[in-house]
């Protein structure tokens, strides 16, 4: 009875020195001629690295299933370049009562000598494939020791100057833009519609998307750094920087705590939202219609939990009362915020209460490397390690914590621009909702709702009671 055979096909990519698709499968097929197998078709994964784990090839996996006797490749090298996958496929496929046959390296496997001989041929591969990685890391590790990415690919910002990378005086001030817009409370859905509507493109001429943006800010290439995305980190690039080291640090905090709030306030609609809370358990009030003149801003913790007693006022009414608080408080407000002592102290005591909580961080770290150490070497039981590990991650987290609180304080009380005030007082004509509230954050800490008042509690200076009516 005749044999059926399948024919693998991999290849990692088209190109002129590799072998295709095309020369695979008549030399697979030729093979089974040879030896009268039936060929019952062809499993091809195309673009796939021989590198890569077999279990994550689109294709490869079907022919486990298949009712054939016999698995035909071009190569060995064709089947894995991976040592860890090589013989595990072998005995996966013979376990299946598959063999596996190559074209043009034919050995008799039956043999000791020709299963050597495969053995030998599986190492090669393995060991040329291990070589390309090394030179490539190597040309990597040179061009991140010169301050260059490890590709060429174009920069949106940047244009090319023989290796280098210059501003383009069109799109640098964008990507700037970009950054400090988000920064001061814009989100990522109005400045990719902004960007599109004034036709402004990607690197590739097409129009940006949520995650493209996403992709250019966090690179962190337009803060003069260069990430090193497998290991979460960045390195100094030798190209200028279009936003200043505090830019960049102020975008990576606003990007931390919006990922923190629940999605819908990543791009507010409500220019409030976030800043005003429950009078009764200091919970966030939302919206429940941005349209309505009637809509209610209700105790969240009441409307999802009934874990407070509730809560609500007419959205308008709130709006109304600080928009007069703005209009009657706002030169004491800038004269309180551009006093440099009053907020130069209280910036002090923050930031003694930053270094404290990260000083506490990093013991518990120590702390918890102990631990592993005593644990592994047997100097601990795994009842005492279990308590002793819980307890130091429970203080970290509360650490973490009251780190986190600091950090938001601390931009709180960052110094303000002079145009901040302006703006301000020139309402919110031309700017998101979230660009408004950025403002207003920078003037007023939170809006408590109580039965009778409202309590306006600025950054700094006196809370001030609005009666309700």
């Given amino acids: 009875m005749k044999k059926h055979a399948i024919l693998y096909l991999r290849q990692s990519k088209a190109k002129d020195d590799s072998i295709s698709l095309e020369i695979q499968e008549r030399e697979g097929r030729a093979h089974c001629t040879r030896h009268g197998y039936i060929v019952s078709g062809t499993v091809i994964d195309e673009d796939v690295s021989g590198t890569g784990k077999w279990q994550k090839r689109p294709n490869f996996p079907l022919i486990l299933d298949m009712a054939v006797d016999v698995v035909v490749v071009y190569r060995w090298s064709r089947l894995s370049r991976r040592r860890a996958d090589q013989f595990a496929l072998i005995e996966l496929l013979e376990e299946a009562g598959k ?13 000791a000598g020709g299963r050597f001989a495969r053995d030998q041929m599986l190492g ?48 640098a001030p964008v990507l700037r833009e970009m950054f400090i817009r988000y920064t001061k409370g814009a989100g990522f859905q109005a400045l990719v519609k902004d960007l599109n509507e004034r036709g402004v493109v990607t ?5 940006w998307g949520i995650h493209s943006l996403i992709r250019t800010l966090d690179s962190g290439w337009g803060a003069g750094l ?26 990576v905090r606003a990007r931390e705590v919006r990922k923190k709030g629940p999605h819908k306030t990543a791009s507010p609609k409500w220019f409030l939202s976030g800043l005003v809370k429950c009078g009764l358990c200091g919970g966030v009030m939302f919206v429940n219609s941005y349209t309505e003149t009637k809509s ?4 969240s913790a009441y ?15 709130v709006e109304k009362k600080v928009a007069f608080w703005i209009g009657a408080h706002i030169d004491e407000v800038a004269a309180l915020a551009y006093d440099d002592e009053t907020r130069s102290d209280e910036r002090a005591k923050i930031e003694a209460r930053v270094s ?31 308590i002793a590990r819980d307890e130091a991650r429970a203080e970290r987290e509360a650490w973490m914590k009251d780190l986190s609180e600091a950090l938001d304080e601390l931009a709180l009380l960052a110094p303000v621009d002079q145009d901040v005030y302006e703006r301000l007082q020139a309402g919110s004509t031309g700017m998101t909702p979230g660009e408004w509230g950025f403002l207003l954050g920078r003037v007023i800490r939170r809006v408590e709702v109580h039965k009778a008042f409202l309590l306006i509690v600025p950054v700094v200076g006196d809370a001030v009671q609005i009666p309700r009516r």
């Fill in 99 to 111: 063999t596996v046959e190559s074209a043009v390296e034919p050995f008799d496997i039956t043999t």
């Fill in 124 to 171: 090669m591969a393995a060991f040329e494939a291990d070589l390309k990685s090394e030179q490539w890391k190597e040309a990597l590790n040179r061009r991140a020791a010169n301050g260059l990415p490890k590709n060429g690919l174009p920069r949106f910002g940047y244009m090319k100057d023989g290796k280098s990378y210059v501003q383009d005086p069109n799109t």
């Fill in 203 to 207: 690197t590739r001429g097409a129009a």
């Fill in 226 to 251: 260069i990430s090193e995305k497998s290991k979460g980190t960045f390195y100094d690039g030798v190209h200028e920087p279009v936003i200043t080291n505090a830019e960049w640090k102020a975008y």
């Fill in 296 to 299: 209610q801003v209700i105790c």
């Fill in 303 to 317: 409307k999802n939990q009934r874990s407070c007693s509730g809560m609500w006022i007419n959205r308008t009414v």
């Fill in 356 to 386: 404290v909580a990260e000083g506490s961080v990093a013991n518990i770290d120590k702390r918890l490397a102990k631990l592993m150490t005593a644990w592994s070497g047997d100097m601990l039981d795994q009842v005492a390690f279990n």
